[in-house]
């Protein structure tokens, strides 16, 4: 029976503005390629391929018969996951641990840079009846939970600027972040405004990119690697999809998704449990709004966390260290992929000059971003 599985191989491209270079198939074969070569791994030893992607963005249906030739899973169980790669992961975690599966590799990639109208495509997610006909931008949503969140913790403006200061600063140290910068918060307020109290600098821009892992059972996870990245706790959730009828305030989806996490991994205090967390920042404010669901502090106490240096580089919580989504760029369904990167390279100690000291637990956690209330939660471990 199996009892642990682990990450025992990953790879990934890095994250640019823009690929001219690459389609997006010469780009999930280059992390591939990285992957099974960190893994020690042929292809035809895998046993299951999961791609995570969603047809719409894509541009075609049944994504994953445009996937077999790049990750090697010719004529091999191969499944599309039409969701975020944390949701992928869940699902090859699930796959190895009915026995059935002794090793899978799980896929991501973003190519929006393909994509002309990705405002338009964002918006087409928004209900048809009662939303999509007021042909607001999707950053509208955005700007009024950002409302909402500010006025019921009484968090600022100014704070959500300095999460954009700390992540593109962190950036800057990470290789693969397409969007490392040295700003001030008077930079970030003093950029175009978007949709009020939203700035442009508040929202992280989009990026290519793709990342490979590959999963094992216990036995082959120990025979592959010497360091193998133990899946300890998933979780993941949907909200209500209606605007009108969630709580505007808070992030549910990551809550429940972080209990559901939690309780799989056998934790009962965050705070004290969690060494560092890669955290969906897509926009400013969901970076505090996020910890606070998360349960890494109390409702309302992220500003002063952020203030006081504790999610800092040298903070007792280190959050998006590797840059997030504004440092690193926002990647639609390989979201997840990068922060599991970020884990994985801390986790064995390669994380080179952005290293965080005697890391034993890290956390990743996504949203699927507008108008959806969807999240899911990943807990990893060395040990």
């Given at each position: ?35 099974y070569t960190d893994a020690g791994?042929?292809?035809?030893e895998i046993d299951g391929f ?129 969007f490392g910068a040295d700003i ?200």
């Open positions: 029976m199996v009892k642990r599985v682990a990450i025992v191989g990953i790879g990934t491209t890095g994250f640019r503005p823009v690929t001219p270079d690459v389609s997006y198939r010469e780009l999930i074969f280059e992390a591939a390629r990285k992957a791994i042929e292809p035809s999961i791609t995570t992607a969603e047809d719409f963005m894509e541009g075609y249906s049944i994504a994953d018969e445009y996937c077999p030739d790049q990750i090697g899973s010719v004529l091999k169980p191969t499944q599309t996951i039409p969701g975020d790669f944390l949701q992928g992961l869940a699902t090859g975690y699930m796959m190895i641990m009915t026995g059935a599966f002794k090793t899978v590799a799980v896929e991501a990639h973003s190519k929006v840079s393909n994509v002309k109208n990705v405002g338009e495509l964002m918006g087409f997610a928004q209900d048809p009846v009662y939303n999509r006909p007021l042909r607001e931008t999707p950053h509208a949503i955005a700007g009024l939970e950002m409302t909402r969140y500010l006025f019921e913790t009484q968090t600022t403006p100014e704070h959500c600027a300095s999460v954009v200061v700390k992540n593109k600063w962190n950036a800057l140290r990470n290789p693969y972040a397409a001030t918060e008077i930079d970030v307020l003093s950029s175009e405004p978007v949709a009020l109290p939203l700035q442009r600098l508040d929202i992280a821009p989009h990026a290519d990119g793709a990342v490979v892992v590959v999963l094992a059972a216990e036995e082959t996870a120990h025979a592959l690697c010497d360091i193998p990245i133990w899946i300890e706790g998933l979780g993941w959730c949907t909200d209500t999809p209606t605007l009108e009828m969630r709580d505007w305030g808070q992030a549910g989806y990551a809550r429940l998704s972080a209990e559901m996490a939690y309780r799989m991994a056998g934790i009962a205090n965050p705070p004290g449990m969690i060494d560092f967390a890669e955290i969906c920042d897509e926009y400013s404010y969901k970076e505090l709004q996020h910890m606070e669901a998360l349960k890494l502090c109390k409702p309302g106490e992220a500003a002063a966390m952020l203030e006081s240096g504790a999610t800092s580089y040298q903070g007792e919580l280190p959050v998006n260290i590797s840059g997030g989504a504004l440092g690193v760029g926002h990647l639609f369904e390989a979201s997840g992929a990068h922060k599991i990167l970020e884990l994985v390279e801390q986790l064995r100690g390669e994380a080179g000059a952005r290293q965080i000291p005697d890391v034993n637990i890290g956390l990743a956690q996504v949203w699927r971003g507008v108008p959806t209330a969807t999240g899911a939660v990943a807990i990893l471990s060395n040990m």
